[in-house]
């Protein structure tokens, strides 16, 4: 019955900081394949645990793979998420086991200077004081400046049609005003919109703060605020 259900993991409580260090010491090495995401918390765990970290170089796994960082890369293949084109890693496993065997037959001078390496590389980069300087210069940056008294604009006000190029049949104009994230996700329609109607010049609306997000776009004919 349900009283009896093995629960293998939990939210609310997790294990403790001696379970976990006990649980690293376990492993002689840590492999960490992934196919996408932000920064992952146990490759770090594993490094100031002294371990050697195997890690995908792709996306996140670039802060973490490199010899300088404590790390050994993964090589991986390309593939697409459906519907959002979204670039995915499938860690190649030809690769993992030949990683795998370098590290086995690695020396010992060489392992001890790879495990210094990530040890350093988290005291640096993922510590407290670390952090809270880098949410702080974050924080900081988002604060809204002073407004400042707007120029004197000469003439009427601008005509919408003006900062748009000619042939208004050969446009198609993307709105999107919030946020951050939908603004980045509606870019990766992109490619089959212009797929679909490549004689049409895509224009793209959004509030001025997004607008960095869309620089360099190639689909983009003209971002506007």
């Not at 403790?16 to 690293?24: D, I, P």
């Not at 407290?128 to 707007?150: A, N, T, W």
């Not at 120029?151 to 951050?180: H, Q, T, Y």
Request: aromatic fraction near 10%; include cysteine; glycine fraction near 6%.
């Amino acid at each position: 019955g349900k009283e009896k259900t093995f629960k293998t993991k939990n939210s609310a409580k997790g294990i403790g900081e001696n379970q976990l260090n006990e649980l690293y010491n376990c492993m002689d090495v840590y492999c960490h394949p992934f196919t996408s995401g932000g920064q992952e918390l146990p490759i770090q765990e594993a490094k100031a645990a002294g371990l050697i970290t195997l890690v995908t170089e792709y996306s996140c796994g670039t802060d973490s793979c490199y010899e300088h960082q404590g790390g050994i890369p993964l090589s991986w293949n390309e593939y697409r998420e459906p519907q959002t084109q979204f670039v995915k890693a499938s860690t190649c496993p030809y690769d993992i086991a030949s990683k795998l065997q370098k590290v086995y037959h690695m020396d010992e001078t060489d392992k001890y200077i790879l495990i210094n390496n990530g040890i350093n590389h988290v005291k640096k980069n993922f510590s407290v004081d670390s952090i809270v300087r880098k949410l702080k210069k974050i924080l900081f940056s988002l604060k809204k400046p002073k407004p400042k008294e707007e120029e004197k604009k000469e003439g009427g006000p601008v005509d919408f049609e003006d900062i748009l190029d000619k042939n208004p049949e050969d446009r198609i104009l993307i709105v999107m005003p919030e946020s951050a994230g939908d603004v980045f996700m509606t870019t990766s329609l992109l490619p089959s919109i212009k797929k679909n109607y490549p004689d049409k010049d895509l224009y793209f609306a959004t509030k001025k703060e997004y607008l960095p997000i869309l620089e360099g776009n190639k689909y983009i004919h003209k971002a506007l605020e």
